[in-house]
């Protein structure tokens, strides 16, 4: 019914800065949260960064003041500006939103994306 497609991942050395995107396609009434999520090797999963309908966003300490989410409604995607890029950065990058389907308006319904790849060089 729905589905999240990302992009934007690749390799960069420290310092510099990535863009990713994650676009949502279905039956979208609305999203509802968006988040970014990240696993290195041999870690947990981890929340990055998160958007909510009513504007607030938030960061993991480790990012703060590095990265960015935004959203466009309109568009049904939300981009994470990645700059100051660490190696310790390095992971998969998983998109994620609480979406709500035309029909199912009050509830929310969890999906991901396939992942994206941030390597950072040191």
């Known amino acids: 019914q729905v589905q999240l497609l990302e992009s934007g991942g690749g390799r960069v050395q420290a310092g510099g800065s990535l863009r990713l995107s994650c676009v949502a396609s279905?039956?979208?009434?609305?999203?509802?949260?968006w988040a970014w999520y990240r696993q290195a090797p041999g870690k947990r999963q981890e929340l990055v960064a998160r958007?909510?309908?009513?504007?607030?966003?938030n960061y993991a300490d480790s990012v703060k003041g590095r990265f960015t989410i935004s959203r466009d409604n309109d568009k049904i995607m939300a981009d994470l500006q990645m700059d100051s890029l660490r190696p310790d950065d390095t992971a998969v990058y998983y998109c994620?939103?609480?979406?709500?389907?035309?029909?199912?308006?009050?509830?929310?319904?969890?999906?991901w994306g396939q992942g994206t790849q941030v390597t950072v060089s040191s």
């Open positions: 279905g039956s979208i009434y609305e999203v509802n949260t």
């Open positions: 994620y939103a609480d979406v709500s389907l035309y029909g199912y308006q009050y509830e929310g319904r969890a999906y």
């Open positions: 958007s909510t309908s009513s504007g607030t966003s």
